[in-house]
């Protein structure tokens, strides 16, 4: 295994953050660690990087023990972290090369050349970092997390403000990088987990609720079955509860409504005509596709 935790708990004074956390990752996996904000990712992660030590419990990379081996950990690790720090007053390919030194790697200068083209940093190697936007920020953070060409990648909500094209391009590069690498992602995004991981490992409150392919996951938990519809006329909520299978009213919004059904029933037939029958038009209707989304809520009990 490329890495495994073994009950591990952490305590800040009273307050626990882990609580007998296990799982181990494969080499060349790309798992997403997924939770609500303050689950417990983050100080994962930090467990893991030899950034902060358990309470109790164990921790290796490729063999190697966080208490007894943590230099050798960190040579294999590439580490960004969530706020992704970076010397603003340095340019990008000056601020790679200090860190290329710092990793004492051999012909710093062929390397950065190799890390600039993956990350697509060339036309702005030469730009203050300073002066870049988030999502070419988050480029230089994870050329830096790469440029020693270690084994496992650990990003903490790697895409975390960017705007929708720049989740796009770095989800692309993740999803690359990952052909060749170790890759552990955490983040509270779904889309994100769905779109980069084959696996999920789902944690709240501390604790792992759920460990397992992104796509069983899927099938395990009874999706739930919703129905958006736009009539042209207002429609009386209570006529609608009458319309076999339909159990619930979830949102009204004019004359939409998002309709829960009950699984493996498929309500639409009946609301068309219902529809007819109360001289009404359907202007829209769709099926909502749940997803993880929805094992998210059901594992944790919060609004995503």
């Not at 708990?9 to 009273?14: A, E, I, L, N």
């Not at 983050?42 to 109790?56: A, G, L, R």
């Not at 190799?114 to 988050?138: A, H, P, W, Y």
């Not at 998002?258 to 639409?268: F, I, T």
């Amino acid at each position: 295994m490329s890495i495994e935790v073994k009950n591990i708990s952490k305590f800040y004074g009273k307050q626990k953050a882990l609580d007998n956390v296990s799982f181990s990752i494969k080499p060349g996996e790309i798992a997403g660690l997924l939770g609500p904000n303050g689950a417990g990712k983050s100080t994962m992660m930090k467990i893991i990087t030899c950034f902060i030590p358990p309470t109790s419990g164990e921790v290796s990379v490729y063999g190697f023990n966080i208490f007894d081996h943590s230099i050798q950990i960190r040579e294999k690790i590439g580490y960004l972290p969530e706020n992704n720090p970076l010397y603003l007053d340095m340019y990008v390919k000056e601020y790679l090369e200090f860190i290329g030194n710092i990793h004492k790697i051999k012909s710093v200068s062929s390397r950065l050349k190799e890390i600039i083209d993956l990350t697509g940093l060339g036309v702005e190697q030469k730009k203050k970092i300073g002066t870049l936007s988030k999502g070419f920020r988050q480029r230089v953070g994870l050329a830096q997390a790469l440029i020693h060409n270690p084994e496992v990648l650990i990003l903490d909500e790697p895409t975390s403000g960017l705007d929708p094209n720049q989740i796009i391009e770095i989800r692309n590069l993740i999803k690359e990088i990952g052909k060749q690498k170790t890759i552990i992602f955490s983040t509270h995004i779904l889309q994100e987990v769905e779109a980069i991981c084959t696996r999920a490992i789902i944690i709240d409150k501390g604790k792992i609720v759920a460990d397992d392919s992104t796509q069983h996951l899927n099938t395990i938990f009874t999706p739930k079955n919703i129905i958006s519809v736009e009539f042209d006329k207002p429609i009386n909520k209570e006529k609608l509860l009458t319309i076999i299978g339909v159990t619930n009213i979830i949102h009204q919004q004019d004359f939409s409504f998002v309709l829960e059904a009950e699984a493996n029933h498929d309500v639409r037939p009946l609301i068309f005509n219902f529809a007819v029958e109360n001289n009404v038009a359907v202007l829209s209707m769709k099926k909502e596709e749940s997803g993880l989304e929805n094992v998210f809520q059901q594992l944790t009990n919060k609004q995503v």
